[in-house]
């Protein structure tokens, strides 16, 4: 059984920044799909940032920054030995006001397969962070 443990969520004005973590109690499986989610009540759950077991990052639309720059205002990074998932957030809006999730999925399909928006292909789920942006 694997748990997930979502951390590091606030309250911040617009502009800031916040770092959210993701404890993992263990790896099922060698191959992997670790994701970032969030959702506002009355809203479907939305995919924004996964990376798999090979390093391979997929984002979401919805937290690009600069597109001429190819910026993203979010990214997430994996720290393996840590066995910790993050999700760094900067140049945050108030719409990005939500409860966020990290959630994981441990087979070689969901390495293969693995995309930002795949809210499906998603098993193991944290029990979420909140994240309050206020103007």
């Known amino acids: 059984q694997v748990d997930l443990v979502e951390s590091g969520g606030g309250s911040v004005q617009t502009g800031g920044s916040l770092k959210l973590s993701c404890s993992i109690s263990?790896?099922?499986?060698?191959?992997?799909?670790l994701g970032w989610f969030r959702q506002v009540p009355g809203k479907k759950r939305e995919g924004l940032a996964a990376?798999?077991?090979?390093?391979?990052?997929?984002?979401?639309?919805?937290?690009?920054g600069d597109p001429e720059k190819g910026r993203f205002r979010f990214a997430i990074v994996h720290d393996y030995p840590e066995k910790t998932l993050y999700l760094r957030m900067n140049s945050l809006r108030t719409e990005d006001t939500a409860m966020y999730y990290c959630?994981?999925?441990?087979?070689?399909?969901?390495?293969?397969?693995?995309?930002?928006?795949?809210?499906?292909?998603?098993?193991?789920w944290g029990q979420g962070t909140q994240v309050t942006v206020s103007s």
């Open positions: 990376i798999n077991s090979d390093g391979r990052l997929s984002y979401a639309d919805s937290v690009k």
């Open positions: 263990n790896y099922s499986y060698y191959k992997y799909c």
């Open positions: 959630a994981a999925e441990f087979s070689p399909t969901a390495a293969h397969s693995c995309r930002a928006n795949d809210v499906l292909g998603f098993s193991v």
